[in-house]
């Protein structure tokens, strides 16, 4: 970490140049003897990266970034905040802890909040933002986390863990046991140090074979922000065996939307043709796989056992977008056109052999406009497509 960098008038210089072309930047040199020009554009393009995504370390003066990855790897503010809303009690170890952002929300929970980083220099930066944050009741260990809890006596209430998605090649891994720390070959260790265990996976993680890898899994949370899946988290409990619950989350800035399930139900659900409503779910319910469940709760029939569309006569509060079916015909452009007053929609495909751009391609609709288009399958296997306006 270079101090000089927190210097007034190289903090001026970095506001300054926010918003222009870095490769000037580059190609014009540092004004600062102690300052290169790549150190002032690392701090230029993760501050850019910051503004939506971390908008209190955006707003607060003197904050030192680190490289851009960092910044693309970590909680954003808003998933740092829900996630410091599932634990309880008085101490929890962040044994992964990064740029810091989680430990940050749980410090304000939480008493005493320990934050572990393997790179120094990372550490080093942290415990700088954390002082104009003040955020003054973290602990920082530069160290290994695992390492750590091994050398000391002391227990927690709570065990985070973000492990990371590469291995020590540098390449993508797709299976916890492949991340590092190894979560599934430290977990009866991990278990001796706390009763609880939240674990933050990437989004593309399959849930099934996550939960054969862990043990004790009591929820597991999954995480949108405006119908973009973010995180898959597991919560374990130390020699919890019963059912385990699915949550899903998709959080808006009006109104966030709910629905939980138990995970291997074995709900069916009942399949309708098309009725007065369309009811796409959102990302969050997709990836839990809790199709027949939503069903099944609120009542509501399906299109098709693979569409993943639903529909009702009566309008009801749906956690995903509500539609009003005007028409539906089959899959000819002649037939689809005679109910578009506009040579514009917005298509989406569900259980259909075409993508949107062949879709596109061959029917010359373009993209826009108020209809929106679900090409898709029904119960009694036609192809059908539906002309919808969005209700919500």
Wanted: positive net charge; glycine residues 4%; aromatic residues 12%.
């Amino acid at each position: 970490m270079n101090s000089t960098i927190l210097h007034p008038k190289v903090q001026q210089f970095i506001s300054d140049y926010l918003h222009t072309d870095i490769s000037k930047l580059l190609f014009k040199g540092s004004p600062f003897n102690s300052v290169s020009a790549q150190e002032l554009a690392t701090q230029i393009i993760s501050k850019q990266k910051s503004e939506k995504k971390l908008p209190t370390w955006f707003k607060t003066k003197n904050i030192y970034y680190p490289a851009k990855v960092n910044i693309e790897q970590t909680s954003s503010e808003i998933t740092a905040m829900y996630k410091s809303s599932l634990i309880t009690g008085s101490s929890v170890i962040d044994i992964t802890g990064g740029f810091g952002i989680d430990a940050y929300y749980f410090s304000k929970k939480i008493n005493k909040v320990t934050h572990c980083e393997l790179d120094a220099n990372l550490s080093t930066i942290v415990n700088n933002n954390y002082q104009q944050l003040k955020a003054n009741n973290i602990q920082l260990i530069s160290g290994d986390g695992v390492a750590f809890l091994k050398s000391t006596s002391e227990k927690y209430d709570w065990i985070y863990i973000d492990p990371s998605r590469r291995d020590f090649a540098n390449n993508k891994v797709f299976l916890l046991k492949d991340c590092l720390p190894n979560v599934p070959e430290n977990l009866e260790f991990l278990f001796s140090k706390s009763k609880y265990i939240l674990i933050k996976n990437s989004p593309i993680l399959d849930i099934s074979k996550t939960i054969e890898e862990l043990n004790f899994v009591k929820e597991i949370h999954v995480v949108a922000v405006t119908n973009e899946v973010k995180e898959l988290l597991f919560i374990l409990e130390k020699d919890y065996k019963d059912n385990i619950q699915i949550k899903t989350i998709n959080i808006h800035k009006k109104n966030n939307q709910y629905f939980d399930f138990q995970y291997i139900n074995n709900s069916e659900s009942n399949y309708s043709e098309p009725k007065k409503y369309i009811y796409e779910p959102n990302a969050a319910i997709l990836k839990s796989g809790g199709f027949n469940e939503i069903s099944v709760q609120l009542n509501i029939e399906k299109l098709h056992p693979h569409s993943h569309l639903y529909t009702s006569n009566n309008l009801i509060e749906f956690p995903g977008r509500t539609f009003l079916l005007e028409n539906s015909c089959q899959y000819k452009k002649k037939e689809i056109k005679k109910y578009l007053t506009e040579n514009k929609a917005n298509i989406t495909t569900r259980n259909f052999p075409e993508t949107v751009a062949q879709i596109r391609k061959k029917t010359k609709i373009k993209d826009g406009g108020s209809y929106y288009l679900f090409f898709t399958t029904v119960y009694n296997g036609d192809l059908k497509v539906l002309i919808c306006s969005q209700v919500f």
